[in-house]
């Protein structure tokens, strides 16, 4: 009778390790297929600004070329009104005077107030520190009570649920043995599928690899566009 009692217990362990082991396979494999969706998303979300980057890129190269226009008329009005510029430069530099004196009073001001409400967060956080400690050493007291009680009624009902335990367990061997074979047999199918679909979705993020390597030629063939329209533009500015 002991040897049988033995060897079920054996088969119910080993049934379990079983269980687990696919599990564990399963969460594994789950784990990946989640990385890897977010690495396809990535891919994608790249290829979007890298496409839409390009198209900003040719969009400003048109653009430059309309404010070049515009600069030109500017620095030829500018010239044209130099000596009105200059009644209006006067203004404005006793205006700035005002207003930096009015600026430093205003930081004077700030600096005041900053430092009030430093002392003012200081008894804050102080005050907070001193609830959250009365709060803990609350909870402490709480813990130790529920833990004793709970010790207490675990003791009482320790006697009862071996008992019962020991006329269960016979009842509830062979159909956990099945029970634990099922689930085994069912995590390895959906281990099986999962591989499946972690194959299907490195494939499809070496697709996605390969779209966005072209989305960043045609990002590198803009750029270069507009640096050569750059060096264009440079000498109007050292003319003005």
Excluded at 218 to 236: H, Q, V
Aim: charged fraction near 40%; charge should be positive; glycine fraction near 4%.
């Amino acid at each position: 009778m002991e040897g049988d009692a033995t060897t079920r217990r054996a088969n119910l362990t080993g049934a379990k390790e079983a269980r687990k082991r696919a599990e564990l396979d399963a969460q594994l494999l789950a784990n990946r297929i989640a990385l890897l969706k977010q690495e396809e998303e990535k891919a994608w979300k790249k290829i979007e600004e890298t496409r839409k980057r390009a198209n900003e890129i040719t969009t400003m190269r048109g653009d430059n070329e309309q404010k070049y226009i515009a600069k030109e008329k500017f620095y030829k009005q500018k010239w044209e009104s130099i000596r009105t510029a200059q009644q209006h430069n006067a203004y404005m530099r006793e205006q700035n005077k005002e207003a930096k004196a009015a600026v430093a009073k205003s930081h004077v001001e700030a600096k005041g107030a900053y430092v009030r409400n430093a002392k003012l967060m200081a008894h804050e956080n102080l005050m907070e520190k001193k609830q959250k400690e009365a709060n803990e050493r609350a909870m402490n007291e709480q813990r130790a009570q529920y833990i004793k009680k709970q010790k207490d009624e675990a003791n009482r009902r320790m006697e009862a649920e071996r008992q019962a335990r020991l006329l269960q367990y016979q009842q509830d061997y062979e159909a956990r043995c099945s029970e634990e074979e099922m689930l085994r047999a069912r995590t390895e199918a959906l281990v099986a599928k999962m591989e499946k679909e972690e194959m299907d979705l490195i494939q499809r993020l070496q697709n996605t690899q390969t779209v966005q390597r072209n989305a960043y030629e045609e990002l590198e063939t803009a750029l270069g566009s507009t640096g050569t329209k750059g060096r264009g533009e440079a000498e109007p500015r050292r003319a003005a």
